[in-house]
């Protein structure tokens, strides 16, 4: 089945300094990669998602790129802000009926003013 | 605000209680979630309901009772539960089971 490997576990920032968390997965059947922001006491929140026949997306400060060769995608989050800070999860799917996403194991951002 | 709300936001309970937490999302979306996380974990997939029917049970032990009375409501019926049941409870739904997932903030629920 799938593995979806999340690196780093945690990551501290200075305001207004990039933010890059990698990701990498197992199965060349999963075509769906979409990242998660999980906020203290909150449920996790979409934030921005790629699917296998687009390189990179780009919604403002945040960006995910995806190399399917290397099947490893990245989430770049650019002059970040203390609100930033949070838990952010990818995950994988094969995106069919009647299968899972797949979490990675999420990277802790802290961002300090 | 999470346009998927979770009733209730915590639940304390005994183990030999019988209770349910509640799912609810006027999005007209067809498939719904309910997924189990611990602390410091991802969550992790439980059931998955699509047009109303379950789809997928990921051998979750019978103590745990899903139900999807229509479209807009899904149910987590709980009896006999054990401590390490103790988790966040998280329900999601998606217009259709290969679309994106949109989560309610969860019910923390306490086993004694």
Not at chain 1, 10 to 23: F, M, N, P, R, W
Not at chain 2, 49 to 72: A, D, G, M, Q, T
Request: glycine share 6%.
């Amino acid at each position: 089945g799938e593995n979806v490997e999340q690196h780093p576990s945690t990551l501290s920032v200075q305001e207004g300094d990039s933010a890059v968390i990698k990701c990498t997965y197992s199965d060349s059947a999963s075509n769906y990669f979409p990242w998660y922001k999980q906020e203290l006491g909150k449920g996790p929140q979409l934030i921005i998602d790629i699917r296998s026949n687009v390189g990179e997306k780009k919604d403002q400060r945040i960006a995910v790129t995806l190399n399917k060769t290397a099947k490893h995608f990245s989430l770049h989050i650019t002059e970040t802000q203390p609100e930033d800070s949070a838990v952010y999860f990818c995950a994988a799917s094969t995106n069919q009926a009647g299968t899972a996403l797949i979490f990675g194991k999420g990277t802790t951002l802290s961002v300090s003013s | 605000d999470t346009e998927v709300t979770q009733t209730p936001k915590h639940l304390v309970m005994g183990m030999t209680n019988k209770k349910s937490l509640k799912c609810e999302q006027h999005m007209g979306h067809r498939a719904m979630y309910w997924y189990k996380q611990k602390a410091k974990k991802p969550p992790e997939l439980m059931f998955v309901y699509s047009y109303e029917k379950l789809s997928i049970n990921e051998s979750v032990p019978s103590r745990f009772s899903p139900e999807c009375p229509n479209s807009s409501l899904l149910n987590l019926h709980l009896h006999a539960l054990q401590p390490e049941d103790s988790a966040l409870y998280l329900c999601a739904s998606s217009q259709d089971s290969w679309q994106p997932q949109h989560f309610g903030d969860g019910t923390r629920l306490s086993i004694l």
